[in-house]
């Protein structure tokens, strides 16, 4: 007896290893330099769309009748940095994505620059309701073709006031608009984080670590190559059939694309951001053409996530079928690690679903925590949610700190919960169907 339980387990730790490490082949593959960040330079989000649907193949899993094959075309802008990016401050070259970051809507351009620190007493004349022409006789040979220099360590500056310059600066009408400046320099000490825009601003615009910078820029030198591109990305679709054809849908989401490359030289790979969740949803589309479900299993791989949603927005917008009959959407973002523990938005909403995965949790211990949230927009859940689908985010708490970085890479991000992840939502998904 003792060893028909021993064997037992023996499978039963293989099988869940056996998902652990596919999840790990997929988020080798997806976060590898050979996808190049899975954005729009060098075009790594169409090798990862490849990827994709050669694993929804090889799986047998079926593409809708309702599309040609298993992709939905979705179209969008985005800002790119596709050739050069170099920075040099006084005379000392700094390394992209580890000493600063070209901002999402930066302008491209070259040249050499003066500095001009942007001061206290500059912000507030602004503040003080000066009509911009009034304004622009007073500062305009301080900055006209000048380097503007943000010190956001600068302990003068209140938070207030940090805000507010942070929010002219990604405006963009105040300093290139009004002024025509050169450049602007932000030195921050807070982590670098990347992001990606589809739209571009007038002005070249860099953040740089404070680490970096021993003493206020005197000059810049700098050479950004920049490109606002128009994109046609890919959503893709699969499913498996149900065994009862009655019963309404599951669906299980994940964004596929990441902020990409900056310049030639500079991946953010995006292994929890959101190699990880494309990895869980090939090993679960693996998983249910393996083992028939007992109601339909839709798969969708979304692209265009980091630019404000696109791909979900585009799916709920015409949707393989109605959206009515999906029964639940799970959502699956950033589930590299659960050290601390999970985190379900709209656990608040959809209490019935929540006391479910509570119950499957306390029965398996499969995480310490499950913490729960109402409502947020902040993951592809939010478009479906929007259109009344009942709907979960789910993404792991703990471990690494990596985002939107250069160190967001596979090697750095442990997996620690993939199995129990999996288990999770394909028991939830059991209970579902019941
Ligand atoms: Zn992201």
């Not at 040249?111 to 507030?124: I, M, R």
């Not at 290139?176 to 921050?188: D, E, H, N, P, R």
């Not at 606002?228 to 669906?251: C, E, H, M, Q, R």
């Amino acid at each position: 007896m003792k060893k028909v339980l021993l064997i037992l387990f023996l499978c039963a730790s293989t099988i869940l290893s056996a998902q652990q490490k596919e999840g790990r082949q997929h988020l080798q593959k997806l976060a590898s330099p050979e996808m190049y960040g899975r954005g729009y330079v060098n075009n790594g989000i169409k090798i990862a769309e490849k990827y994709i649907i050669s694993c929804f193949k090889n799986y047998g899993i079926q593409a809708f009748d309702y599309f040609d094959g298993y992709t939905q075309d979705v179209t969008y802008t985005v800002n790119t940095f596709p050739d050069q990016l170099s920075l040099t401050i006084d005379n000392v070259e700094l390394t992209p994505g580890k000493d600063f970051l070209i901002d999402a809507i930066s302008a491209g351009g070259s040249g050499s620059l003066k500095c001009t620190p942007f001061s206290n007493k500059d912000l507030q004349d602004i503040c003080s309701g000066l009509n911009t022409k009034e304004l622009k006789e007073k500062y305009k040979s301080k900055y006209t073709k000048n380097c503007l220099i943000f010190d956001e360590t600068d302990s003068t500056f209140t938070k207030k006031q940090k805000e507010k310059i942070n929010e002219w600066i990604s405006v963009d009408l105040v300093w290139g608009g009004l002024y025509s400046i050169g450049g602007i320099i932000k030195i921050t000490d807070e982590k670098l984080t990347q992001n990606i825009a589809g739209v571009s601003g007038n002005t070249p615009y860099f953040i740089v670590s404070k680490q970096t910078i021993k003493n206020i820029p005197k000059a810049i030198n700098f050479s950004a190559t920049q490109k606002l591109d128009t994109v046609t990305a890919k959503n893709i679709y699969g499913y498996v059939p149900g065994k009862d054809s009655t019963k309404k849908a599951i669906v299980f989401t994940a964004h596929y694309d990441h902020i990409g490359m900056t310049g030639q030289k500079t991946i953010f790979p995006g292994a929890n951001d959101n190699a990880s969740g494309t990895a869980m949803l090939l090993t679960l589309a693996k998983h249910y053409s393996e083992n028939q479900p007992e109601q339909d299993i839709i798969f969708v791989a979304l692209c265009g996530e980091e630019l404000g949603l696109k791909g979900s927005k585009a799916a709920v917008a015409d949707f393989p079928l109605e959206l009515e009959d999906i029964d639940f959407l799970i959502n699956i973002d950033l589930v590299g690690t659960g050290e601390d523990g999970i985190c379900v938005v709209n656990g608040k909403i959809f209490t019935k679903e929540f006391e479910i995965l509570e119950k499957i949790n306390n029965e398996h211990s499969y995480f310490s925590k499950i913490k729960v949230r109402g409502e947020a927009c902040n993951s592809d859940h939010c478009p479906f949610y929007q259109k009344n689908v009942p709907s979960f985010y789910l993404y792991t708490m703990g471990g690494t700190q990596a985002y939107h970085d250069i160190y967001d890479t596979a090697d750095q991000l442990p997996l620690t919960k993939f199995n129990e992840y999996f288990n999770l939502i394909t028991e939830f998904v059991t209970y579902k169907s019941k």
